[in-house]
């Protein structure tokens, strides 16, 4: 167990649809990220919060949004659902709002997300 | 195109061989983070290299960050099959903050 929680670990859902996904960061830790991971793109950064102020945006579709909120944990919310949205979702956690720097991040299992 | 370029792809090795994946880029990373995703969890930090030229040893695992901070090489010697494994390299650029971008990953594959 690695601290950070994700649920749930599994969606499917039909296209058109929207879902939100939770994520609860590892106790102490005040970063969020969001990643996206299919099979032909690798892990790609999606966005971050620190203590509940959105920090950065890597490459989020207009469609997806998030939120954190002042317990910490963070929602992601994805709608219009399409089929190649289907993909893991994870969320990572780390102290600081500069998590490269001797910080590593710290993963939840994900969730699967599958978009009939 | 991926910042953090990663070779091989895939790698298939017979268990007591060493192998060497590599991390390669263009930008120069205030840090450089190996992790490692075993399939329907997440990745797991295996280590953080932040000084050029760094080696950090875990048991039989060997990280090199590369002297000018674009590059680093990740060493098995005599992988087990407990090493299978996507191996991923993920920098952090000071001037974005250390956000983490991921390279696209190494497939390790050691067969008993």
């Known amino acids: 167990d690695s601290g950070v929680t994700q649920t749930p670990k599994h969606l499917i859902t039909a296209t058109g649809q929207r879902v939100t996904l939770r994520c609860s960061p590892r106790?102490?830790?005040?970063?969020v990220y969001w990643y996206q991971q299919s099979l032909d793109q690798g892990l790609q950064f999606l966005i971050q919060?620190?203590?509940?102020?959105?920090?950065a945006k890597g490459n989020i579709l207009e469609r997806f949004s998030a939120q954190q909120f002042p317990d910490l944990h963070s929602e992601l919310n994805l709608s219009s659902l399409e089929l190649g949205d289907s993909a893991l979702y994870f969320c990572?956690?780390?102290?600081?709002?500069?998590?490269?720097?001797?910080?590593?991040?710290?993963f939840g299992s994900g969730t699967r997300l599958t978009v009939v | 195109t991926q910042l953090l370029e990663q070779s091989p792809q895939f790698l298939s090795i017979q268990e007591g061989e060493n192998l060497t994946v590599y991390c390669n880029s263009s930008s120069v990373f205030s840090s450089l983070q190996w992790y490692r995703q075993e399939p329907g969890e997440g990745p797991v930090l295996l280590v953080t290299?932040?000084?050029?030229?760094e080696v950090k040893k875990l048991k039989r695992l060997t990280f090199q960050f590369g002297d000018a901070r674009k590059d680093s090489s990740l060493h098995i010697t005599a992988a087990q099959p407990g090493d299978t494994g996507l191996y991923l390299c993920a920098g952090g650029i000071k001037a974005a903050g250390n956000k983490l971008t991921f390279g696209g990953g190494t497939r390790v594959l050691v067969k008993p």
């Open positions: 106790s102490g830790d005040l970063s």
């Open positions: 919060y620190y203590n509940g102020e959105e920090r």
């Open positions: 290299v932040v000084t050029g030229g």
């Open positions: 990572a956690s780390s102290p600081s709002g500069t998590g490269g720097m001797g910080y590593g991040y710290t």
